[in-house]
């Protein structure tokens, strides 16, 4: 997800005149888990059922919304900031974490970018998927990389015959 797919996700769908939440225009320290919560970790994914975004995302369904954009963890966006002296390239993190206030929980802020291989309890990312889960997304086919044999482990991954994809591996 770019940083600009993020932003839209969060603000659609609200007029903000001072400031945008996915939820809405204006600030709630009790609706997601930002530092003002003080839950001091990251809670299970859609357990802070009020936080979540107000616009519809997809026209064609019905009740879907999305979850903790706004707090819990800092999500990484594929939004290529720049590159460390060592090689290292630099992403942009948004929505804040359950360590942020509310300045960093907002739709549009974009103050952290942190090198590729950062690693901290309180930065994550979103998984986006059209299929179910357990399946991944091979070039727009859902495969069960444990068992299918023409994307057995990782999508492509033909086994070749006889062999066939068991646990992911072709035997």
């Given at each position: ?9 969060c603000a659609?769908?609200?007029?903000c005149?001072s ?5 809405g ?5 009790t609706?997601?888990?930002g530092a003002e919560?003080n839950?001091n970790?990251?809670a299970?994914v859609g357990s802070?059922?009020l936080c979540?975004?107000s ?7 019905t009740g879907?919304?999305?979850?903790d954009?706004?707090g819990n963890?800092a999500?990484?966006t594929?939004d290529l900031?720049g590159?460390l002296?060592?090689?290292?390239k630099?992403?942009?993190?948004r ?11 907002g739709c549009?802020?974009?103050a952290?970018?942190l090198a590729?291989?950062f ?5 994550g ?6 299929c179910a ?7 727009g ?7 299918d044999?023409?994307?057995?482990g990782?999508c492509?991954?033909?086994?070749t015959?006889?062999a ?8």
């Open positions: 997800m770019t940083a600009d797919e993020w932003g839209f996700a659609l769908g609200k007029t005149t400031g945008c939440y996915p939820y225009a204006s600030y709630d320290a609706l997601c888990n919560a839950l970790a990251a299970t802070l059922n979540t975004t616009g519809d995302l997809d026209p064609t369904a879907e919304a999305v979850f954009m706004s963890l999500e990484w594929d900031r590159t002296a060592d090689g290292r630099i992403y942009t993190t929505g804040g974490a359950f360590d942020t206030f509310s300045v960093g929980l549009t802020f974009m952290a970018a590729q291989n690693s901290y309890p309180d930065t990312f979103r998984c986006c998927s059209s889960p357990g399946l991944a997304d091979c070039s086919s859902c495969a069960n990389l444990g068992s044999s023409a994307n057995c990782a492509g991954s033909v086994c015959a006889p066939t994809c068991q646990n992911g591996v072709c035997k």
